[in-house]
């Protein structure tokens, strides 16, 4: 069977978000017209939401679509984690090692990368913003942190 | 003249060492972003948000961001000139003539032409919004709940007109948005909405976050598809000063391309786009030989400009005086507002004089130091645009992350960037426009509450919308917008217009 892959994914995406929403929504106080609760637009909202996830999905079955292209999955595998690990170190490392090891794990998303300019541009980067940002506009970051056995 | 005592105000506000200091900087810092190839005048501004939230004065937080978005724009003007990679569609346009003047040894010229078609067309516009904006401050006063709901309907479904592809997807993108923005705590009941349980997220999900995700992250993956060597036409920019016959050429379309900018950018929905299409357009029409276009003409290259930049500022006319953004960067703009704890709308030039004309004045002053700062820095510019796509995105994520993070120091919303990057780039994949769904993530919580306090005042009565006269009026502009669009005839021109956008 044919379907356009591009536009079944997408209403998916609309409906599966539409779903969550929608679902919430039927869990508190929906309220009158006159005095809407917490649910009431948010509802409304969601079943538009599925309506129009639903006349995008119907139409792509049996349908030939343009193909969705290739995926950068290694820049997603590098690109996307590196703010999650700067959250995830930056408490317990502190902001030198977090932004270091953020900005090399970012580094690594593109295949022209070689190591040791990963190294460099991360310990430059490190250094600029730690003055930048620390000491030029005073955020208060702790530069290294208790997991390093620092106070 | 109340309309002089009120520039001179502005002009006294913006024009403090420190405020000028503010300008200088987001220029310089707008323009050294924008001017990197893939990454357009939006996505420039969400990543330099964060930024402006250090300065604590809230006016001189929102100059700086005033210069950001000219040298944001600029800077996308010139990636278009130089390597024929407009960041965002309005500067699609220019990309056409500016591109191939380039390459006919030319750019110099073309970017002085812009820059000076920019400066004339900022100047006129910023005249007129000091004009117009006074005005229509008193017209948003006598709006209502129910009015100010509608207004936001037209907004949005405007918004869907000028985007680019499916119409569906484009309210899809718009309804999304809406509902991203209701997460968080609804203000009636104090109780929590779709935060996953998360107490983080009780204060509604970051709009940094979201709009550097959506926006920034994105098209730094959609880069990432294929990394294959960006060739600079130039390498060296001489020339920068027109010729006399360059003038002579040049004067009519930028006063064309001020007046139609002017007028369209008041539209919401992202006028500039449209002006700048409609002015190339005129001026190709217009031409004693129409052939030249595509060529190099260099009306091609100062008609879009002007209309481009006269557009953007007059969109600030909406924002200023109803609170209503007219595209995504008015959007990042009213955001800024909000987390500087300024509510946008008709009350902010009584209550905040010197804000509201500060910022008009220095909307001014942002283009005078674009001129200033631009033309002898523009070899500094095509030097940056040599530079490996590789080197940059590492830098551009680390100042992100920093900058979400201490905008309000939660660490949650470093995972919010993260999420909001995938799903922005997998329905930008997709084939679905980012802009619409930011425009709803700004409106959600302001439509909502205006449609419960209007519920409110009518005792339930959906009728009150359209037996308000101004209510009324603009539901009905919405539906024939919304018409328009669906027309068999005018989607297919639509198709056409973006078709030859890309």
């Known amino acids: 069977m044919v379907i356009d892959r591009a536009n079944a994914l997408c209403g998916a995406i609309f409906i599966a978000f539409g779903a969550y929403f929608g679902l919430n929504s039927l869990g508190m106080e929906l309220g009158t017209p006159f005095r809407m609760g917490p649910g009431f637009f948010p509802l409304f909202l969601a079943a538009i939401l599925i309506v129009l996830g639903l006349a995008i999905a119907i139409p792509a079955i049996r349908v030939e679509g343009e193909p969705i292209g290739s995926l950068p999955l290694r820049g997603m595998v590098f690109i996307l984690p590196s703010p999650v690990l700067f959250a995830l170190t930056l408490k317990g490392l502190g902001f030198v090692p977090s932004i270091f090891l953020a900005t090399l794990l970012a580094s690594f998303a593109s295949t022209k990368m070689r190591i040791p300019t990963a190294l460099i541009l991360a310990a430059l980067m490190t250094a600029f913003t730690t003055a930048v940002f620390v000491y030029g506009l005073g955020l208060p970051f702790r530069l290294f942190g208790p997991w390093l056995g620092q106070r | ?502």
């Open chain 2, 1 to 502: 003249m109340e309309l002089f005592d009120n520039l001179s105000l502005g002009f006294a506000t913006a024009s403090t060492l420190a405020n000028l200091g503010f300008c200088f900087i987001g220029v310089l810092l707008g323009t050294l972003i924008g001017v990197l190839p893939g990454i357009g005048p939006t996505a420039t501004i969400a990543m330099l948000l964060p930024i402006t939230f250090q300065i604590g004065d809230p006016t001189s937080a929102l100059i700086m961001l005033a210069g950001i978005y000219y040298g944001a724009q600029y800077g996308g003007s010139t990636t278009a000139i130089l390597i024929n990679l407009p960041g965002e569609s309005s500067s699609a346009v220019t990309a056409i003539d500016g591109y191939q003047m380039a390459r006919k040894g030319r750019a110099g010229a073309a970017l002085a032409t812009a820059a000076i078609g920019s400066f004339v067309a900022g100047t006129v516009s910023t005249f007129l919004v000091a004009l117009l904006a006074p005005p229509l401050t008193g017209i948003a006063l006598q709006f209502g709940a129910a009015e100010y709901f509608s207004l936001m309907v037209l907004g949005l479904i405007s918004s869907i007109a000028l985007a680019s592809g499916s119409i569906v997807k484009a309210l899809a993108m718009v309804v999304l948005g809406l509902l991203l923005g209701l997460v968080g705590t609804d203000i009636y009941s104090g109780t929590p909405r779709f935060n996953l349980g998360i107490r983080e997220y009780s204060d509604g999900l970051n709009f940094v976050a979201v709009a550097v995700g959506v926006f920034g992250i994105a098209e730094i993956l959609r880069n990432l598809e294929d990394e294959h060597e960006r060739s600079v036409a130039v390498k060296k920019v001489s020339s920068l000063w027109p010729t006399r016959e360059d003038w002579r050429r040049m004067a009519a379309p930028i006063v064309r391309g001020t007046f139609i900018g002017s007028a369209l950018g008041v539209l919401p929905g992202g006028g500039a786009i449209l002006a700048a299409f409609a002015s190339y357009t005129v001026e190709k029409r217009i031409s004693r030989n129409p052939g030249e276009f595509g060529k190099g003409a260099i009306e091609g290259v100062a008609g879009p400009e002007s209309a481009n930049n006269a557009g953007a500022q007059t969109s600030f006319i909406p924002l200023l005086t109803l609170g209503i953004p007219a595209n995504p960067v008015m959007a990042l703009m009213i955001g800024a507002m909000i987390i500087q704890g300024i509510v946008p709308g008709p009350n902010v030039a009584t209550e905040q004089p010197a804000l509201f004309w500060g910022i008009i004045a220095s909307m001014w002053i942002g283009n005078v130091m674009l001129v200033v700062l631009n033309l002898p820095l523009v070899g500094l510019w095509v030097k940056l645009l040599t530079v490996p796509y590789y080197m940059l995105f590492p830098i551009i994520i680390a100042f992100c992350s920093i900058g979400i993070y201490s905008v309000n120091s939660n660490i949650f919303d470093l995972y919010s960037v993260a999420f909001f990057g995938f799903v922005g780039y997998v329905l930008v994949k997709l084939r679905c426009e980012p802009a619409p769904l930011l425009l709803g993530f700004v409106l959600g919580p302001l439509l909502e509450e205006n449609l419960r306090r209007a519920m409110i005042l009518s005792r339930g009565d959906f009728s009150t919308f359209v037996t308000r006269p101004i209510s009324a009026t603009l539901l009905v502009l919405t539906a024939a917008v919304l018409a328009v669009v669906l027309l068999p005839s005018v989607r297919k021109k639509r198709e056409e217009v973006f078709v030859e956008d890309e």
